[in-house]
């Protein structure tokens, strides 16, 4: 929003800040190390003075100081903001400075600064729209993007459930945790009882258990098995006895043997088998063929017609006519008959057919009628057989036949016909039918009751063989019985599914579909699919979503919000350019400016500062809104009155004791607080150490800090950390004293730690006489040598860091020793940072690449470490540590001779002395020895980067997900194959951590900072991931490929950069350097000049020349001839830009939009520093980190100068190039890496 504006780029936790501040509130802002204090005070200032509210900033340290002016002055306010931190102050350059800032004239506010402001909230609420809609909890209480994590974390759980679409509809939360809850029981009890599938419950529809039904159980097995044993020893008997098998003894077929049985026992049968076997074998087989022939016969005919002759003679007459059948009298005579019995017409070849089975029946007829006696039953007194009689007669044996075939396998009739006749005389058959029958009935008895003591559906088994069935199950039962308890359980608990209408889950479990251990996971896979699949389609935002127009928001958020901050500066200092007076001005302040007036030009003789400033209240206060004192100064030039200021700003406040705090805080409305309880108070050294016990409420504490949190005052609180480049390097410190707050970046190196130990086993602490440990000295020095040699090492800036002012002294000697002896004093200390060597007590503020520890204290001469180590035993002692460790910015080496194991705390309580054991042992192993709370790791719970990392797995890129120690993850993390030490891509996802994140923090700041730690860093959305995941997976193994170097081969990156040089055509001449200096071919060499212009712009004024007098011939040429061809170009009306410290010409603003660099058929003409643009290097090197991600500048050089056919680059080239990178990264094309590595932005 307008009313808080950042000049400077800040985080949320700054913005909260800043905002607070702006809305006039009185505040605490705890500010730990490397979370950028003095920006979000520069920030604070900024809106302040936007406000046109007076602020006071107030620092005990001069540095400090200077490092909030310095980013005042940064962005146009510095004129506004008067430092006086000094007690001797150059009254002159007061003078002079505000002089200076009276006289500034007002710009006119850019008309952009509103609308920038409207379409930076527009599209800031784009950019929110997908993130809230992903993340904004639904019906079933939980998110599209928990869904998406559910879904994924059970997606190889079989997919078998049948689930109706109304089961989805009326799902809401309360059921939801119902069905699982109820999942997870029938889960547990099915476990209990050995699983589901072919139970040896299954059919066992019992629910409620006690140990009555226990023994009924247990009973009703056993008698079902005793009597399933007789059944099947009077079948045994049964079977041998008729010479006959069963196969699977079916309820069915039980019921069929019973009713053969009572067929047999009937009686009904005797007049059937009281004759000879072989007579029983011609009746049977001749009227099992009749029963055909006739049935054949009678579908067409009505009546059995008459033949005159023997049946053999009409086949005779068959054979010899054929066809001709009409020939023969007997047959034509048969025809005629049958014609007139037929039911329907026949056709001629079927009338020879049935002539043919008139025969064989009449055949069959009489060989029953010759050959058995039985034929009497159904004959008359003539011999004639009447067919119904012999149906009547025969159904029985039917019967018999048809019940027989219905229970044995691979009936033979023949042979159960010979038993029959063979044991109807002797009654054989008698006691083995009837015990069967009896045993039959027992099983029957014993199985009904069975099933109704387990209440089994009889459904289940009806084509089971039930004897086997019924002796397995009752075993079984016998033999699990301690497990019904469990199976009555699974079956409560299956009814109340099935009552809930989730029949298909214990469907499902019984059949084998899905079992015990996986049917939660199945039901939640089907359950949140369909949530994901829904809720996307029915979502406005989600439903619409595309990744490249959301890119493309992103883009213009970051170009806005840049351009927006460079408008915030503008129209800050432009509204405070309009409060100062003008000669129009009247009234009391016109008097003041006289009186400033008068001053000046007094230099303000005879007259303090105090007097100067309460001379001129109301001008002072608009020529300095902002003024940057020290505690004495403000008592010194400050009168003694309160609301001089709306605000003022204490920094390092832990540092600055509340009596000298109390004077400008008297002078303000308001306050912001800003230290870290954490580090180091105000030093007591020289202090008396009284304090009046009888008024210690009224005594301060250690600092208006400490002070100010004793009154509860609220707080606020820095939580990004900036300083460390290495995540190790803070990981101490955050988890130790912060609580694991600040959010820190892991690097690519993560996987190694930059916090290491360099053991000195021979080290001593001279304990009782010079308190220095010198073999650990020795060790360091050589360390910083070492450094300071090596061309590499040498551009990291050096920090030594001791426990004493002992070691410290010790050190310095040996150092400064070393580095006369090794030549190395101006690589130590001529440089942007210098190198220091320091003590805890005075290392706070301190800051550098390498920090270097020297512990000193360790085992003395006897091996035995005494537990005093000075400072760190003192009350606060925790402080001076962390101050210590939380000072570099890459690396962290311990020199100690001791290990974290030789200190034993059960000897004391000091807090410093516990830090420095843990703070041991972390350099010793790394992260893996920090605790991390139990609330830490309930929250860390893994987002969407797992599954892209299973994802990439399969491609054969290692990684890891959730890459980092604090709140702050990286989702997942791909390992370098080449160094395994490293990470080679960051790949941020919209999970959590986005989602908690603002708009610029999560699309801009988090990004950039990744890239600025050496990150190559791509982004993957969540619903392209899920809606299709092989497709977002292989955009970033293609990625992967470029920069692990294995992209296709051939593929050109570089093409949609790349174009011809167009040359102008101009006619060549020969050497006319006097044609150029006379002046009277002003007109033809202009017309050479606005030639080249428009054909090669743009182009650098020093090319055109070159270009220009080429074309004439001339190749080198001297003073005259560029004065005069200089001349000349300035008169082309072209225009012009200086970038890179070079003139760049152009005759329309059209080609300042090209997006491409310029290459030279054959061998190349441009060579030089001069002949190239800015531009096209830019979009050269956009090119080569669209395929490389990222390089280093050395690495970018080489590949420019190849691309454009360079071999040999100049050293003027090789700067033009790196100044053309650093333009390119203050234009916010690219990202310029703490260790020199170039990405694009």
Known sequence: PSEVLTPLMADCSQFEAIAEAAAGATFVLHGPPGTGKSQTITNIIANCLNQGKRVLFVAEKQAALSVVKKRLDSIGLGDFCLELHSAKLDKAALLRGLENTLALAAEQDDPDFESKNEQIGEVRKTLNEPIMALHKKRRLGVSVYEGILIYLKNKNAPDVLDIESTF???????????????????????????????????????????????????YSSEVLIAEIKHVKNYLSLFLDFYRQRVSAFTEKKMQTLLQLIDLLRSGALDKYFHCDENEFYVFFNANRRLDRLLGNYFKNFKTLIDIDCDPAVIEQELDNWGENYKSSKVLSTLVKRLRKSAAVKLAPSEETKYIGIVAQIYEDLKLVRDNTS????????????????????????????????????????????????????????????????????????????????????????????????????????????????????FKKISAQLDSEGLSFVTDSLESGAVTSENILESFRKNVYRNFVETNIGADPVLSKFSAAVLEEKIEQFRVLDEQFAKLSKAHIRNKLISNLPTTSTEGGLSLEVLAFQRIVKSNMRGMTVKEFIAEIPELFARLAPCVLMSPITVAQYLKAEPDLFDLVVFDEASQLPTSEAI?????????????????????????????????????????????CLALSMPEKHLNWHYRSKHESLIAFSNIMYYGGKLCTFPSPDALESKVRLALVPDGIYDRGFTKRNKAEAEALVEEVVRRLKDPKLSRSSIGVVTFSTAQQDYIERRLSDALVRNKLEDAAYEREEPLFIKNLENVQGDERDVILFSVCYGPDRSGRVALNFGPLNQTGGWRRLNVAVSRAREE??????????????????????????????????????????????????????????????????????????????????????????????????????????????????????????????????????????????????????????????????????????????????????????????????????????????????????????????????????????????????????????????????????????????????????????????????????????????????????????????????????????????????????????????
């Open 374 to 489: 039985l034929v009497q039953n159904f004959s008359d007194r003539g011999g004639k057989i009447s067919f119904k009689r012999r149906d009547e007669f025969m159904e029985a044996l039917k019967q018999m036949h048809a019940l027989a075939e219905g229970v044995f396998m691979d009936y033979n009739a023949d042979s159960f016909n010979s038993v029959c006749v063979k044991s109807a005389s002797g009654g054989y058959a008698a006691p083995i039918l009837d015990g069967l029958k009896q045993s039959l009935q027992s099983f029957r008895t014993a199985k009904d009751n069975f099933c109704d003591v387990i209440r089994a559906d009889t459904e289940h088994y009806s084509d089971e063989d039930v004897l086997d069935y019924f002796n397995v199950k009752a075993g079984a039962l016998i033999d699990n019985i301690d497990m019904l308890a469990a199976w009555c359980l």
């Open 892 to 1241: 962290m080496v311990v020199f100690s001779s001791m290990t974290s194991a030789m200190i034993n705390l059960a000897k004391t309580n000091s807090k410093g002395v516990a830090g420095l054991k843990a703070f041991l042992e972390f350099a010793e192993k790394g992260k893996t020895s920090l605790a991390i709370s139990s609330d830490e790791l309930k929250s860390a719970q893994s987002g969407i980067g797992k599954y892209v990392a299973q994802e990439l797995k399969t491609y054969g890129y290692e990684c890891r997900y959730d890459v980092g120690v604090s709140d702050f993850k990286i989702d997942c993390a791909v390992v370098d194959p080449k160094n395994k030490k490293r990470f080679i891509l960051a790949i941020i996802c919209d999970g959590t951590t986005a989602f908690h994140s603002s708009a610029k923090d999560r699309n801009i700041l988090q990004i950039q900072t990744l890239k600025m730690n050496n990150w190559n860093v791509v982004r993957l959305f969540t619903i392209n991931f899920i809606n299709n995941p092989k497709r977002e997976i292989k955009k970033i193994k293609e990625i992967l490929d470029r920069l692990t170097g294995t992209e296709k081969i051939g593929r050109d990156y570089l093409s949609k950069y790349k174009k011809n040089y167009r040359f102008a055509k101009l006619e060549q001449t020969q050497n006319m350097s006097q044609y150029v200096t006379c002046g009277e071919n002003d007109g033809e060499i202009l017309a050479r000049l606005k030639a080249i212009s428009a054909a090669e712009e743009p182009i650098s004024d020093k090319f055109l020349m070159k270009r220009c007098l080429s074309s004439l011939g001339i190749q080198k040429y001297g003073q005259k001839v560029e004065e005069r061809i200089t001349n000349l170009i300035k008169s082309c009306g072209l225009k012009g830009e200086v970038l890179c410290g070079k003139t760049y010409l152009r005759k329309t603003d059209k080609c300042l939009d090209y997006d491409f660099y310029r290459v030279e058929q054959g061998d190349p003409i441009r060579k030089s520093e001069d002949d190239f643009t800015p531009y096209e290097i830019i979009a050269l090197i956009k090119g080569l980190l669209e395929n490389k991600v990222s390089l280093y500048a050395d690495e970018l050089t080489a590949l420019v100068c190849a691309e454009l056919k360079i071999t040999r680059p100049s050293d003027k080239l090789t700067e033009f190039i790196g100044e053309c990178v650093n333009l390119g990264v203050e234009r916010s094309v690219f990202v310029r890496s703490i260790s020199d590595r170039i990405s694009l932005y």
């Open 168 to 218: 989805y509809d009326s799902l809401t939360k309360e059921r939801l945790d119902t069905y699982e809850n109820l999942l997870i029981e029938v889960s547990a009890a099915a476990k209990q009882c050995g699983g589901v599938h072919r139970s040896p419950f299954e059919n066992v529809n019992l629910t409620e258990y006690d140990p009555d039904l226990r023994n009924q159980v247990y």
């Open 663 to 707: 004077g400008a805080l008297a002078r303000a409305k308001n306050a912001v607080v800003v230290g870290d309880p954490k580090q180091l108070p105000p030093t007591s050294f020289f202090s008396s150490g009284y304090v009046d016990e009888e008024n210690l409420d009224t005594e301060d504490l250690e600092s208006i800090l400490d002070d």
